[in-house]
């Protein structure tokens, strides 16, 4: 398990962002997001999946949610001002983002993207996301987080 650094952390660095990194074995890749709270000793509510939307207007959309929850596609919709939003195919994920699944984060895709994350991590003291890539994530503050990629907060889980 290699511990260098990963492009999300050399974001935070560069940005003063404080994060603590957080690696763990991933013997059959890409593992699930309860697999990985577990695995780093984290409450999964404060552990986050990133996940990639498009819009009606075929704008692109980023939602940060707990792990354990699902994406309400109607309020994240409602919250970027869209008729309707859907997940976008697994195969559109790395040529649009620059990452694979499992291990897609909001910081340092190739394009900036409209980021959510839901209200249930906003008081959270600190949340979890990927850093880029299986087996690495990040802890930080959800506000210096979405400070970072000028994200805000909205209720988008379920």
Known sequence: MSEEKTNVMRVLDQ??????????????GAVDGASVAA??????E???KTLVTQGASKKYYVF?????RELDLKAAAKAVREKSIEMIKQAQLLPLTGYIHGGC????MKKQFPTVFDESVENQPTITVSAGKIGCQVEAAPVDLAALVRGSFAPVSK
């Open 15 to 28: 940005k003063k962002v404080a994060y603590t990194p957080h690696w763990y074995a991933h013997p059959d």
């Open 39 to 44: 695995l780093i000793g984290k409450n999964p």
């Open 46 to 48: 404060a552990v986050c």
């Open 64 to 68: 940060v949610i707990p792990v354990g």
């Open 105 to 108: 984060s909001p910081i340092g």
